[in-house]
């Protein structure tokens, strides 16, 4: 398995845009995450999906942001509209059971809005 | 709030040299996790040690869990330049997510 594959590596986008970013998570993988990365805030857990459904979007910083999860190879994190607070590195990450096992990272999105 | 705090948040050493980071959590934990990134990459898993374990070994990394003073440290022995990275902790709540520190910026000098 080529691991958890994100899109695009990098984005850049002027504010008030949507933003759309991709994840596909490892085959057979139950559980797929989204985490958003700061130097201020570390990594924090966006939502996570169990079977393609969103069990916790707690961690969703506004209704800006969104969601989805069409199918267990396929997810998207969207933004919109982008505000330049939302500049970030984004990572998508699936593990096969959730608790009790590793996680496996994609490569992460660095998301820059200008 | 944090649940994971690494310490130190920077340490540099010499190839040859052991690394020892700490991580310290605030609520009980089902496992602890240990996640190494390096610079414009994705964390790789390094480490799992559950709750009713006290050590556990992985080729040059030695990880150790007090659970009563609800703290673990990652040791890496004889590092290499190759070590240089971030590493990171995270706490399994048993919610089926994990929680991560801020991190460890290790740097390794040749």
């Known amino acids: 398995d080529a691991g958890v594959i994100q899109s695009p590596r990098h984005e850049v986008t002027e504010m008030g845009q949507e933003v759309t970013l991709r994840c596909k998570p490892i085959s057979g993988h139950d559980y797929l995450f989204w985490y958003r990365q700061t130097m201020m805030r570390g990594l924090e857990l966006l939502i996570y999906?169990?079977?393609?459904?969103?069990?916790?979007d707690s961690g969703m910083p506004e209704d800006r942001f969104s969601a989805k999860m069409p199918n267990a190879s396929f997810s998207t994190l969207k933004i919109q509209p982008s505000e330049p607070r939302d500049s970030a590195v984004y990572f998508c990450?699936?593990?096969?059971?959730?608790?009790?096992?590793?996680?496996?990272f994609g490569q992460g999105t660095r998301l820059t809005v200008v | 709030s944090q649940q994971g705090e690494e310490d130190p948040q920077a340490l540099s050493i010499q190839e040859g040299e052991n690394a020892t980071m700490n991580c310290s959590y605030k609520t009980s934990i089902n496992n602890l996790q240990w996640y190494r990134q390096n610079s414009g990459r994705g964390l790789v898993h390094l480490i799992l040690?559950?709750?009713?374990?006290r050590e556990k070994h992985s080729g040059r990394l030695r990880v150790t869990l007090d659970t009563s003073k609800k703290s673990s440290s990652l040791l890496i022995t004889a590092s290499r330049a190759a070590d240089t990275a971030s590493y990171f902790c995270?706490?399994?709540?048993?919610?089926?997510?994990?929680?991560f520190g801020k991190g460890t910026m290790l740097l390794v000098s040749p």
């Open positions: 040690i559950r709750s009713n374990e």
């Open positions: 995270a706490t399994d709540l048993g919610y089926s997510t994990l929680t």
């Open positions: 990450a699936s593990s096969f059971q959730g608790y009790g096992t590793e996680a496996f």
């Open positions: 999906f169990n079977n393609n459904v969103p069990i916790d």
